[in-house]
């Protein structure tokens, strides 16, 4: 029997794992498809509130989702226009902040010179060549980026249009839903629809209320410590700061290195260094959990991991989109009986999972949930006929032959 069962098996793993081997090439190589699609379906989930406000003010359909769309997109290019404005300045003092950078070598030069016992000249080399290295990094960056915008100018205009069809068209893709689910109860379909809107509405609002407060925090921190282009570069960090973890690295040490170039005293950036990373912990501890809750209930090792997948898989937009695709997998993982024990994995750890004596504790808890499944115990036993006395009946139980 057990090598009756032993290929199924085997061909049953087999199979799910060329499976998920062929997703993962498929989503990698339609990403030029696939991530402005997610990222108009997101979007749409979050403005559909305001959508279905105009229409119950009487705006028809289609209308109403342009109208909202709209909106979003002079919100969005206003904000645009502000950031780029201030980095547009910083532009043009570009030979100024060179000749800083250059005496910031020198020091650099000086230093090494001094503390390690190195000649001026070796370390000058050392510093220069990774100057180079960074420099030839930077260029291959920049025409890297020029030769995806007109991709990425295209999806400027794709991802608005995307929304309006996924607003206008809403009713449309949830009847094919039903009729590709047509087993499934209809009530579970339309139940997990809203558990998915609303997990992605809750998250991105709290996200842009967190960003607008942080951001807000940070450019007046920056003004009156003194850092040039405040207002850019506070709501630059609180952007990045949507990336756990990594985010606010890279963001800091970019303000770091700017701070640096643009003023005239060391204790500016490092004051400023401090004190960001003082807003991003009362940030993460008390603002972060008050505006978005535990909307994205995903345990911070699994958001590591999809973190680096979706990083390695799409890029920039996937380290943006992992938190807000997990949370929809999780609701799906949640809904599907098969898919429950990965709806659990995703999720954060329960109390009882932290304390000391937690291995006894979840026995106890397995325990009790075989007990639940067990199946009652029939009154009769195998092979009795009749119907079995219950406490309480007057029935006589004595042999016939004793009552003769």
């Known amino acids: 029997m057990e090598n009756e069962t032993r290929p199924a098996y085997i061909?049953?793993?087999?199979?799910?794992?060329?499976?998920?081997?062929?997703?993962?090439?498929?989503?990698h190589f339609l990403q030029p498809v696939i991530v402005p699609v997610l990222i108009a379906v997101i979007l749409a989930i979050m403005i559909f509130p305001f959508a279905a406000r105009f229409e119950k003010w009487g705006f028809s359909k289609g209308l109403a989702a342009f109208v909202t769309i709209l909106i979003l997109s002079v919100v969005l290019g206003v904000l645009t226009y502000i950031i780029l404005t201030q980095l547009a300045s910083f532009t043009t003092?570009?030979?100024?902040?060179?000749?800083?950078?250059?005496?910031?070598?020198?020091?650099?030069?000086?230093?090494?010179?001094?503390?390690?016992?190195?000649?001026r000249s070796e370390a000058g080399n050392m510093i220069q060549e990774k100057v180079k290295q960074l420099e030839t990094y930077s260029g291959e960056m920049l025409s890297d980026l020029l030769s995806k915008l007109p991709v990425f100018m295209l999806n400027l205009f794709m991802i608005p249009l995307y929304m309006f069809f996924l607003l206008y068209f809403r009713h449309f893709f949830l009847e094919f839903f039903y009729k590709v689910f047509y087993d499934s109860n209809r009530t579970d379909i339309d139940e997990t629809m809203?558990?998915?809107?609303?997990?992605?509405?809750?998250?991105?609002?709290?996200?842009?209320l967190d960003i607008v407060i942080i951001g807000a925090a940070n450019a007046i921190v920056l003004y009156f410590i003194g850092i040039p282009y405040a207002i850019a570069l506070g709501f630059l960090l609180a952007v990045f700061c949507i990336i756990p973890y990594l985010g606010m690295i890279a963001g800091s040490a970019m303000i770091f290195v700017i701070a640096l170039l643009?003023?005239?005293?060391?204790?500016?950036?490092?004051?400023?260094?401090?004190?960001?990373?003082?807003?991003?912990i009362i940030d993460s501890n008390i603002v972060a959990p008050a505006v978005i809750g535990s909307k994205v209930n995903i345990n911070p090792l699994?958001?590591?991991?999809?973190?680096?997948?979706?990083?390695?898989?799409w890029g920039l937009p996937g380290l943006f989109l992992a938190f807000p695709l997990a949370a929809i997998l999780k609701v799906i993982f949640d809904r599907v009986p098969a898919l429950k024990a990965w709806g659990f994995l995703?999720?954060?750890?329960?109390?009882?999972?932290?304390?000391?004596?937690?291995?006894?504790?979840?026995?106890?808890?397995?325990?009790?949930?075989?007990n639940k499944k067990m199946e009652p115990m029939e009154d009769k036993l195998p092979g009795e006929?009749?119907?079995?006395?219950?406490?309480?009946?007057?029935?006589?139980?004595?042999?016939?032959?004793?009552?003769d």
């Open 11 to 27: 061909v049953r793993v087999a199979s799910t794992m060329l499976t998920l081997s062929l997703i993962v090439v498929l989503l």
């Open 93 to 119: 003092r570009i030979p100024e902040l060179s000749q800083k950078f250059n005496s910031i070598l020198d020091n650099l030069r000086d230093f090494a010179s001094q503390k390690f016992g190195m000649k």
């Open 194 to 208: 809203e558990s998915i809107g609303k997990v992605i509405k809750d998250y991105l609002f709290g996200q842009f």
């Open 262 to 280: 643009t003023t005239n005293t060391d204790w500016q950036p490092l004051t400023a260094l401090g004190v960001l990373w003082v807003i991003h």
């Open 302 to 313: 699994i958001a590591i991991l999809v973190l680096f997948l979706f990083g390695e898989l």
């Open 346 to 370: 995703l999720g954060e750890p329960q109390k009882y999972h932290l304390k000391k004596y937690s291995l006894p504790h979840l026995r106890r808890k397995m325990n009790l949930a075989d």
């Open 385 to 403: 006929t009749g119907v079995n006395p219950l406490p309480g009946d007057n029935i006589d139980l004595t042999p016939k032959d004793k009552k």
